[in-house]
């Protein structure tokens, strides 16, 4: 059986901040966020909007283009770094905002920025084992939260979204083709949200480090990530027989215009067929990928049966990709 995306929505936050909205604050500038991370504006959740609010309304878009209705979905997976909480799962409290409430089973996971390439691959092994018709896997983020604003080397960085599928049986020639997952525990301290969890929960020394905020060694993900988006590419190209050339489109998760760039050279792809999103969104974590097949194909770029690598890379240090035939 092939499984592939039978329907596909996403949303960003209305609220645009530019780079110079940054200057406002910290001690940055627009020259230096753009010619070091390609950024020119991200979009923020406003502040009473959390991520399993981004993640229902791009649910719900995913629903409408599946023709679906809440209650033909069997599993909710989202993929994410900032939940609501830390319990109970975000993907519950989308649940009950798409008005599926009682009727699948609902659980988060979390892979770093790859969360929403990992929760696909979970999905669609359930698909393809027979257990359940339609998975909805969401990519969410509401991370701006995560990040000190007064830290500019994290800050400028990251904006907020949400991008999310259905998955089920397809036909044709159409579907995931296969994918590659990989994480590296001996180097987590890199990028790490340390104060919240069982290992130092919250107390005045938290406050007062401001350990609650995402704490990132910016040289080693990037070396990390240049080196990830080729390796795990070529990896799962040369396990399915796939030249380069065959591919149409090159989704990498969107951190970085220079780790985009570097990774695309490595790898040895022409930056024509690579998506880049990141100038207009920032750095959307696990919403990112979503974000970015969603934009092409409202573009019109994106065409039944082209071929699509999506590669991501993030906190764990994690790393996946998927080939996937639209
Ligand atoms: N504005 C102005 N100056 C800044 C800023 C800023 N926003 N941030 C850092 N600087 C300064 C630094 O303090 C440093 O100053 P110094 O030389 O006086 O010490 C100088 O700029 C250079 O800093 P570097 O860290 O060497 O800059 P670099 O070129 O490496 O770029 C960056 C930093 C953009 C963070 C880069 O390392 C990077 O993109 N790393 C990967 C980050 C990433 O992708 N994280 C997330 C991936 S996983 C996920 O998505 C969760």
Redesign the pocket.
């Known amino acids: 059986m092939k499984v592939g995306v039978l329907g596909l929505g996403s949303y960003i936050p209305e609220k645009v901040v530019t780079n110079h909205d940054l200057e406002k604050f910290?001690?940055?500038?627009d020259e230096?966020?753009r010619t070091?991370?390609g950024i020119v504006e991200r979009r923020i959740a406003n502040e009473n909007e959390a991520t399993s609010d981004l993640a229902s309304i791009a649910a719900k878009r995913a629903l409408e283009d599946a023709n679906l209705k809440p209650e033909d979905i069997d599993l909710i997976i989202v993929g994410t770094?900032s939940p609501d909480m830390l319990y109970p799962a975000t993907a519950c409290l989308v649940q009950e905002k798409i008005g599926a409430s009682g009727k699948c089973a609902a659980f988060d996971l979390q892979a770093?920025?790859p969360g929403f390439i990992y929760a696909t691959v979970v999905g669609s092994q359930f698909v393809k084992s027979g257990a359940y018709k339609h998975v909805l896997v969401i990519g969410a983020e509401v991370i701006t939260r995560m990040m000190d604003p007064t830290d500019?080397?994290?800050y400028?960085?990251f904006g907020d979204g949400a991008g999310a599928v259905v998955l089920g049986e397809v036909e044709d020639n159409r579907g995931i083709v296969d994918f590659e997952l990989y994480a590296d525990g001996s180097i987590a301290e890199h990028?790490t949200l340390p104060a919240g969890g069982s290992r130092k929960p919250f107390s005045e020394e938290v406050l007062k480090e401001r350990s609650y905020f995402t704490k990132?060694n910016?040289?080693e993900?990037?070396k990390f990530?240049v080196r990830e988006i080729s390796r795990i590419s070529k990896k799962l190209l040369d396990k399915t027989g796939t030249k380069l050339e065959d591919i149409d489109w090159f989704i990498p998760?969107q951190?970085?215009l220079?780790?985009i760039q570097a990774g695309a050279e490595k790898l040895g792809i022409p930056m024509e067929k690579v998506v880049v999103t990141i100038d207009k969104f920032g750095?959307s974590?696990a919403a990112s990928i979503p974000v970015s097949l969603d934009t092409i194909r409202k573009e019109g770029k994106l065409k039944r049966g082209d071929l699509v690598l999506m590669v991501s890379?993030?906190?764990g240090m994690t790393s996946g990709a998927i080939l996937m035939r639209w």
């Open positions: 910290l001690d940055t500038s230096w966020i070091r991370t770094n770093g920025c500019r080397g994290t400028v960085l990028l990132m910016g040289g993900v990037f990530s998760h951190a970085n220079r780790i750095n974590s890379f993030g906190a």
